[in-house]
Nanobody, 124 residues
Framework: QVQLVESGGGVVQAGASLRLSCAASGLTFTRWAMAWFRQAPGKEREFVAAVSYNGGATDYSDSVKGRFTISRDNAKNTVYLQMNSLKPEDTAVYYC?????????????????WGQGTQVTVSS
């Protein structure tokens, strides 16, 4: 069965950096798009970043574009989210997700497998 395990969250001050990791197992990792979503208290889960099956294409939400970078290491079955210049509004639980297709998507409905999430808290 598919397992996605996120790590790397924490409490940081505004302007700091964090790198999230998502280790995948139970799937042919190289066949599927991967993405990061986040959910703040009282808000809907929202798209953050996605990468295609081979890393050749990426996409970002406008709120993180230029600050966050998604990447994947298919040899390690791991996807990363490098987060720089963090802001208090980035505070949320961050979830890794496996896509239903090789191509990336920004739509939550096209991701069918989810990790348990990792908390990121950015203080001002």
């Amino acid at each position: 069965q598919v397992q996605l395990v996120e790590s790397g969250g924490g409490v940081v001050q505004a302007g700091a950096s964090l790198r999230l990791s998502c280790a995948a197992s139970g799937l042919t990792f190289t066949r599927w798009a991967m993405a990061w979503f986040r959910q703040a208290p009282g808000k809907e889960r929202e798209f953050v970043a996605a990468v295609s099956y081979n890393g050749g294409a990426t996409d970002y939400s406008d709120s993180v574009k230029g600050r966050f970078t998604i990447s994947r290491d298919n040899a390690k079955n791991t996807v990363y989210l490098q987060m720089n210049s963090l802001k208090p509004e980035d505070t949320a639980v961050y979830y890794c997700a496996r896509g239903r297709f090789p191509r990336l998507s920004t739509s939550r409905s096209e991701y069918g497998w989810w990790g348990q999430g990792t908390q990121v808290t950015v203080s001002s």
